[in-house]
């Protein structure tokens, strides 16, 4: 199969964003901007392909700001023993994890984790007990991949029957791009209409795997 590139141009029936590195640039981020999107609008069912595992070994808190949906958080509960899962907690009882008098109390055998923005705004992740080396905790979460489209036709951690997906949101980008830049815009106009109902149309395909079976036929 054709790298993105090439298919994504194929669509808008030009080669011409193909010879110019800026607009190389421009289709990568079309389709990372269009690989977020959908992750974020997935059923629960096609979402856990996306996910990943974020290994924390000390007491610095997890950036979220590039992270997704968080799935589940485990940590090890001794040295040389094994994961378990982590309780989540309201961020009000996040300092109350630490006093042997509280009903909040954590521990290695029933951790905790919560999140909470720091005072710049930036969403955190914090388990108690403190991870360490030897006692690692585990954040299983959704990750968002970049894409370099002229290096490949299939992107990891994500599923496959979306992916066409992101070939037709980077074409509608780039055919907006043109229909701005040349002489006669009326000329794209027409392939991003078509372009826009195959991938709405796509969307709500993949919306309609996570509803319930009962609302299924209901809708019909």
Same mark, same amino acid.
């Given at each position: ?11 808008? /029936? $030009?080669?011409?964003? *193909?010879?110019?590195? #800026? ?19 997935? =059923? ?8 990943? *595992? ?10 979220? #700001? ?17 994961? *378990? ?36 705004? #930036? =969403? ?9 080396? /030897? @006692? ?8 968002? =991949? ?13 599923? #496959? ?32 209409? $078509? ?7 796509? *969307? @709500? ?8 079976? @009962?609302?299924? @036929?209901?809708?019909?």
């Amino acid at each position: 199969m054709a790298n993105f590139d090439v298919q994504i141009l194929d669509l808008v /029936n $030009t080669s011409e964003f *193909i010879d110019n590195s #800026d607009n190389q640039t421009a289709m990568d981020g079309f389709a990372t901007d269009a690989v977020k999107e959908i992750i974020n609008i997935l =059923p629960r069912e096609l979402k856990i392909e996306c996910a990943t *595992i974020t290994s924390l070994t000390s007491s610095t808190p997890m950036d979220l #700001d590039a992270a997704g949906k968080i799935f589940h958080v485990t940590r090890e509960n001794a040295d040389d023993g094994y994961q *378990i899962g982590c309780r989540e907690i309201n961020p009000i009882y996040g300092g109350s994890t630490e006093d042997s008098s509280s009903l909040h109390k954590a521990s290695a055998t029933d951790p905790v984790y919560w999140i909470e923005s720091d005072t710049g705004g #930036d =969403p955190k992740l914090f388990v108690k007990p403190n991870p360490t080396a /030897n @006692q690692p905790a585990r954040v299983h979460h959704v990750a968002f =991949p970049t894409v370099d489209v002229s290096a490949v036709s299939s992107i990891v951690n994500f599923p #496959d029957e979306a992916e066409y997906l992101v070939v037709l949101y980077a074409a509608i980008k780039v055919a907006e791009s043109l229909m701005i830049s040349e002489e006669d815009p009326e000329l794209f106009a027409p392939i991003i209409s $078509t372009l826009k109902q195959d991938y709405d149309k796509g *969307i @709500q395909m993949l919306i309609a795997q996570g509803m319930p079976k @009962q609302q299924e @036929q209901g809708a019909r």
